[in-house]
């Protein structure tokens, strides 16, 4: 059964940083292509980024909001997945979901509340 | 960038009924790789519908999807009260992969 179990968020001041965790299992990740979806409160979904599987070299894309400032990176002796945050700022306040892609159907983790507060 | 735009925003039905919903893309979805999505408060998003028109693992078969190219539709045949919820659109074709804004199907 594959589960995805996010860890990592709290309270961060903006201009601050913060790391996501993503835990893989019932499935080896680097097989696959991994996405992080945010969710605003109250708000819709937003693609954050993907990295894709070792045949594809891994290569990761960005959604233009967090270019620059985020970045994704796998641990394959862990099967885990992670989310770099820098430089946050208010607007990044949002539940973050790691998504993993097989065969063309999603499955997502439960989520991780990040807020961005002074 | 591709953008989805899904409507109604807000549908009021009874249990029983019928529920459509749209999603249009600004430009041709690639590969028909188009997902729906059912989202309750507080939880994660569930995935009901992929590549256009197959059902994930589980979901009844009341929920049809259909459609191709820039026009998509999610067919809820018969209203259970579980099925009141957020619904989204997200194409998975080309990156960036986008959402529609959500249609809010509530109780009448």
């Known amino acids: 059964e594959v589960q995805l179990v996010e860890s990592g968020g709290g309270l961060v001041q903006p201009g601050g940083s913060l790391r996501l965790s993503c835990a893989a299992s019932?499935?080896?990740?680097?097989?696959?292509?991994m996405d992080w979806v945010r969710q605003a409160p109250g708000k819709g979904l937003e693609w954050v980024g993907q990295?894709?599987?070792?045949?594809?070299?891994?290569?990761?894309e960005y959604a233009a909001s967090v270019k620059g400032r985020f970045t994704i990176s796998r641990d394959e002796s862990k099967n885990s997945l992670h989310l770099q945050m820098n430089s946050l700022k208010t607007e990044d306040t949002a539940v973050y979901y790691c998504?993993?892609?097989?065969?063309?159907?999603?499955?997502w983790g439960q989520g991780i509340l990040v807020t961005v507060s002074s | 960038e591709i953008v989805l735009t899904q409507s109604p925003g807000t549908l009021s039905l009874s249990p029983g009924e019928r529920a459509t919903l749209s999603c249009r893309a600004s430009?041709?979805?690639?590969?028909?790789?188009l997902a729906w999505y059912q989202q309750k408060p507080g939880q994660a998003p569930r995935l009901l519908i992929y590549?256009?028109?197959s059902r994930a693992t589980g979901i009844p078969d009341r929920f049809t999807g259909s459609g191709s190219g820039t026009d998509f539709t999610l067919t809820i045949s018969r209203l259970e009260p579980e099925d009141f919820a957020v619904y989204y659109c997200?194409?998975?074709?080309?990156?960036?992969?986008?959402f529609g804004q959500g249609t809010k199907l509530e109780i009448k």
């Open positions: 430009q041709s979805v690639n590969g028909n790789y």
């Open positions: 590549g256009s028109s």
């Open positions: 019932g499935f080896i990740l680097s097989d696959h292509y």
């Open positions: 990295t894709r599987n070792r045949a594809q070299s891994y290569l990761t």
């Open positions: 997200q194409q998975y074709g080309s990156l960036p992969y986008t």
């Open positions: 998504v993993s892609w097989q065969w063309a159907v999603s499955y």
